[in-house]
């Protein structure tokens, strides 16, 4: 629409500082102390949302973070979307690869390197920006609900609360989360799935004391050593995962969505050289999408024990630890996972140790049909601004709360995500293009234009 | 000898109070950080050696950690004892687990608890006490040389070369070392054998960047599990050692000796206890005291990689680090199985990884005969002050000088340590008893006092 277009091109420099100066509030939820920074950047969220046209935003403390709800009651009969985002953002570590400042978003290349910039404070912007675009120039034509809450990566262990307390404010006819990414701007594409995660924390101690290598050597369990062995006991020789049970409960997909999956565009060559392997690894039998997509993994996010400093130092650490996390697929319960994982390493341990291990946070598989409302809506609109119908695919990320919302409030969600895989979410140089944020913007008002027409 | 004893009793507190300045400074050879204090603590000992009597004492640059030469010249005639020690102590970290400052000193429950206490401050200053105990009481009847240096926490890598190009300074016809462990006060025992070391770092690099272990997962090898892999086939159910060729030149032990071996005083209870295991660990075939003594051993002494902070983060990372470490008998070469470790590393590497393997330092095995000048005297002054004969066993720790300094100068090694293996050597609390301490200086002047009869 051009009225749409003119509004946004003669706002675009404000567009993006607003959302520069959001990056720079480090709102790290895994890290308590930047407890303040959290509070500060769920008011700067608030304070963005009446300033775009809601008629209302306030902050909700909860045991955790707060959560920012705001609104914008166009019509109290048209249909209604909630549009879930969080403003919080993993730790940022390791920082000495980062190439500039996390938390002093540049611009370089056409693109804002800075973490949270594409996980998920740009994209959930957008949606503030195409609501202040679609108030401006006066073209509602739903209500518009927002819930940006502060611990989605920390697993959202107190937004169900909220949720379940709050089932009539946020009472809405589909939901609507940017938080994933698209296979590339010449192939949009819509997720229709997220894996489930469980995240576990394994401590496996030794002797009482670090010990000299030398002079205990060889006479006691060394740590590292056993965890090690754990942890190669994990996966077999075809990489399946060893844990009992782990597959008990996995949807097995059929052959022909297989095959329909398989359609997605995939260049296995490229995806080695981007990340800079001569080889994939993974479960044998699936392909790349696949793994990523329909299979559940175990993975190894860190591990630390002994003498990790510089030079040399001749100890038989006390302690070895690990942080591990599965991803998981319908029908996959993270309780049950979470609950297989610590027995698993509990019932493992050798003698010579003692073995600690402990949830961190967990959430549900979700997967979407592409023939609700939501869907068509978010296709339509698409294909509007790519020109191209977007390719239904499956994440291989997790985004805890979906499953609870659905349950909750009784509607289906849509994940209409503007990101890219190469976006480097978690990772050193977060990136988000200023092409796809200003393509989220552009795209997001058909959503809620074409919505009406599919309910 | 009364004027010993004498001298020693009222020199008591100083004797005390010299050695905790020394443990003051953190003479941490292996952090680059801490260059100036290892200039520090060689001016130091230089000082104190002038102080104790020594005609002349030089601290000599080399190209890492400053050497210290100290003599004192009684009789050109007479016989010469060559004092090794060391100045340069372990990293402290985990500094957490301290219960007070490693640089610190504090004298607790009769033992003085800082880093360097024991390994090696306070044994090689025994013997400039014990110098400063002859010189006094002019009861001197051998000549005494110091070679104290700042790298053997590091390898020695400077030493050889100073060694070689000093064979005549350091002339001597026998090496006393104090820097090993008693079995106990009721039970004396001297060590006839230092294991050798190499210690090797191993990185594996998977991915060209740390990713989103959700979006990634199951489809790029991690280098964490890959390394917990390569770890985990470092030994066999047995406990053997895998590495090809590991065992190839290691001395088999008669079974006679092994029997004289089972004969030293050990208590597989007590051990386990004071270590808070349930259960001792090691080669099969082998007793505790075999492993640590006769056997060579592959230790983990460090591993990190991907994230270790606070709370959970869902990252494959890109890297993952260990830091190994052997112990090695005769007549196993620290080269050769320094190459035979990075080989194993980078031939088993998976094609999803590359696989990086570089040498920290290493040191040869060392063994000493009972029968020789050196060890009779040690073993007569032992039985005077101790009331008993000591029990020759071999240590399981390393001294990498020990090989080098017997072809250079072609006299034997006497270690006459006063330590206990429950010191903390390498470890937080590290410790020295008052006991021990005192045990030395009153010991150690009757070595000087036995040699000449038995050379």
Redesign the interface.
Known sequence: MQVWNDYQNSHRERFLNELLELLRIPSV????EHKDDMIKCAGAVQQRLIEAGADKAEVYATDGHPVVYGEKIFDPSAPTVLVYGHYDV??A??LE?WKSGPFEPVIRDGKIFARGSCDDKGQFYMHVKALETLVKTNTLSTNIKFIIEGEE???SPNLAKFVESHTDLLKADVILISDT?MISMDNPSVDIG??G?S?I?VEVT?????????????????P??I???M?????DENNHITIPGFYDDVLEISAEERKLMAKAPYNEKAYEED?????????KGYT?NE??GI???L???????????????????AK????I?A?LVPNQSSKIITAKLLKYFKDIA?????VKAEE??GGEPYNTPIDSPGYKAAAKAIETTFGKAPIPVR????IPICALFEKALGVKIVFMGFGL?SD??????EKFDLFNYYKGIETIPYFHKFLPEFL
């Not at 993975?299 to 650490?317: C, R, S």
Request: proline letters at 7%; a positive charge.
């Open positions: 939820s895994a890290r308590s993993q730790p570590d390791p690869l990566e920390i697993g990414a997220v894996r995660l995240y924390e030794g002797p009482n004391r670090d010990l000299h290598s030398g002079v205990y050597g060889g006479a006691v369990a060394n590292i050593t965890l090690a062995r942890i190669a006991s994990c996966h990340l800079g392997v001569k080889a994939l690894w993974g479960e790349t793994r990523t299979r559940p993994t993975e190894l996010n860190g591990i630390w024990g002994g003498y990790t400093g510089e030079g040399a130092k001749t100890v038989l650490p070895a630890h690990a942080k996390s991803r050798p003698a010579g140790v003692t961190h946070h994440g291989g990320g997790s895989d480097n979410l978690h990772s050193p140089n």
